[in-house]
């Protein structure tokens, strides 16, 4: 006999039709296969899982693979120091405090009685890529092991109907990611789960939210971390109607499609109530870490947006086209001195250093386009109070003899570091350099400065916060334009 499977990860044959017979409908075009009945399994329980994961001896064949390589590419057996006393603590299951289960194939809980005796202390439970479905077996397992506080059921492929959940009135986190969850579900959660701390709903194609009782979420009284990152959110009207619960710390967006974010005004917030409340609260009161990156942002607007969120100083923006360099995108050192309260940027800390230091840069940056376009300033809201709280001068036209002091305070101080790898090892050269001076200008005074022969040089800035350095390749744009500032360090490579 032959059983339809819809593979999980994607790896079948077809779509649950065979030579134009369709036998069951698979989630995708080639998840679906057939295979003998014999070749199935129905699963282990959980207290089977506890027992082969901590009490069960490693076979002959995990032992083979414990080795490495010598330097005469023969293998070496790796024997573990203290394996037996790491064996002994973990077998003893009345001291256990976190079981991590993966992938064992764990479709039930098992004799219930025998997991609070087996297992009375357990806080923490990993069931990542298992066969559980049913939400009573979730309950069943968790109304046994009163001191448990998180659970992970990542990649399980959970039930559409939560009925037989029972309260969980002492889960604080829950994993959910890539289990099939949507929000209506998410909202049966709401109500029993009344101590809910964590939320994870990552890789669930969520792309609405769709609060049940009104327009806008409510509930979740406790909730300080919400992780919707790997969905398929592209509208931020969405996002808005989590923007009233009052304990919402950190929300993780990370890969979904927002092209535009803002900060909602009382209007705003009033039309996404229906007029039910007459009392709005401020919108993301307590938010302080907001992860929005690889996204597709791309105006200024929304960067600036962030600045009205009260609490908020953990911005994550990389991989959006508005943070991409390379995709006409403002540098760090844009963003932080447009961003007045940020304290991590892209997960790097904004040191007080580096906000004085990117600020100045970007007042000189701006100073040096309203010359040609004065209009230029609308784009910057933040200007005029940076040139005062800096007191930084514009900049004065030279007259007789002043022309060599104006030159004096344009010059930046430069570092230069040879990087390429036929250039050999150089010393590191500070120069003083006009802040007119450019691109192309500097390639050649790089191949001057370090004797530079038949070698074209690329260069690139390194900045401070960032893990990679940023490549200088409009050769017209000046040191200014470029947001050279003095001691910035510019690396030395060579073209490919």
């Avoid at 076979?59 to 490495?68: G, R």
């Avoid at 791309?298 to 908020?312: G, H, R, T």
């Avoid at 940020?342 to 230091?357: H, M, Q, T, Y």
Wanted: with cysteine.
């Amino acid at each position: 006999m032959w059983v339809g499977v819809d593979w999980d990860n994607g790896e079948g044959k077809h779509d649950g039709s065979v030579n134009g017979v369709r036998y069951f409908q698979a989630k995708s075009e080639r998840s679906g296969s057939f295979v003998r009945t014999q070749n199935l399994s129905p699963g282990i329980s959980f207290l089977e899982a506890l027992h082969i994961r901590y009490k069960g001896e490693s076979t002959k064949e995990e032992e083979d693979e414990m080795y490495v390589l010598s330097a005469s590419n023969k293998r070496v057996s790796v024997e573990l120091v203290g394996k037996e006393k790491i064996q002994d603590k973990l077998s003893r299951f009345e001291e256990l405090k976190g079981a991590s289960l993966p992938y064992l194939g764990v479709s039930t809980p098992g004799n219930p009685s025998d997991i609070s005796s087996l297992v009375p202390n357990l806080k923490e439970l990993d069931l990542t890529g298992n066969l559980i479905s049913e939400w009573k077996d979730v309950s069943t397992i968790c109304e046994q092991l009163p001191a448990l506080t998180a659970v992970n059921l990542s990649d399980n492929l959970m039930s559409q109907n939560i009925t037989g959940l029972l309260q969980l009135k002492n889960i604080r986190i829950l994993v959910l990611n890539n289990t099939g969850i949507n929000w209506t579900q998410v909202e049966e959660l709401n109500h029993l789960l009344p101590m809910i701390e964590e939320l994870h709903l990552m890789r669930n194609g969520i792309s609405r939210i769709m609060p049940t009782s009104s327009s806008i979420v409510q509930g979740f009284g406790s909730l300080r971390l919400l992780n919707l990152e790997n969905n398929s959110i592209a509208e931020w009207n969405e996002i808005l109607k989590l923007s009233l619960l009052r304990s919402l710390e950190q929300l993780h967006l990370n890969k979904n499609n927002l092209k535009h974010i803002f900060y909602p005004d009382a209007d705003t917030i009033q039309k996404l109530l229906s007029g039910s409340e007459s009392n709005v609260k401020m919108p993301f009161q307590n938010l302080h870490c907001l992860l929005l990156g690889g996204n597709n942002i791309e105006d200024l607007a929304s960067v600036d947006s962030l600045n009205s969120f009260p609490k908020l100083v953990d911005i994550r923006l990389s991989e959006n086209p508005i943070a991409d360099t390379g995709r006409s995108g403002i540098p760090r050192f844009v963003l932080i001195a447009r961003l007045s309260k940020v304290e991590i940027l892209n997960g790097s800390e904004v040191s007080l250093r580096e906000r004085k230091d990117s600020e100045i840069r970007y007042v000189r940056l701006v100073m040096s386009k309203l010359h040609d376009n004065p209009d230029e300033i609308k784009e910057h809201p933040r200007f005029a109070e940076l040139k005062a709280f800096h007191g930084i001068e514009g900049e004065r036209p030279s007259v007789g003899t002043s022309g060599p002091q104006k030159m004096a305070s344009g010059l930046l101080s430069v570092n230069l570091k040879c990087v390429g790898a036929s250039i050999c090892e150089k010393p590191l050269l500070t120069k003083k350099l006009p802040a007119t001076t450019t691109v192309g200008k500097l390639k050649i005074l790089c191949e001057s400065f370090f004797k530079l022969k038949s070698i074209k040089p690329k260069l690139f800035l390194q900045e401070e916060g960032s893990p990679l350095p940023s490549l200088l390749d409009d050769e017209m744009a000046t040191l200014t334009d470029i947001g050279i500032g003095n001691e910035s360090t510019i690396l030395v490579d060579e073209e490919s």
